[in-house]
């Protein structure tokens, strides 16, 4: 059986994000829209507190994907989700301003 190289690098980072009692907050939303747009891919646990907004830990993954634009379900193992966003879709900062 193959494994994506996707999924095997989505093994190796480590659990950026925790998503607490307060659930998918505007806060956590904005934070993990910027690391997607550094790294790439992030690691989101969920923690017993957010379990216990949701009957299932599905209905929890499908919230946080519906929430998050361009970006893709890599892993979901136990209670931590890899999301990846691919490079063409990230989005590029500028350094600095046009002087126009």
Do not use: W
């Amino acid at each position: 059986m193959r494994v994506s190289r996707r999924k095997l690098k989505a093994r190796e980072p480590k659990v950026t994000l925790q998503i607490g009692k307060s659930g998918l907050s505007e806060g956590f939303l904005r934070e993990l829209d910027r690391q997607l747009d550094e790294a790439g891919l992030v690691k989101v646990r969920f923690l017993r507190s957010a379990r216990l907004l949701y009957e299932y830990k599905d209905q929890l993954l499908q919230d946080l994907l519906s929430k998050v634009r361009d970006a893709e379900l890599v892993d979901f193992r136990g209670f931590t989700a890899t999301l990846y966003r691919p490079r063409e879709k990230r989005r590029r900062k500028t350094l600095y301003r046009n002087s126009t």
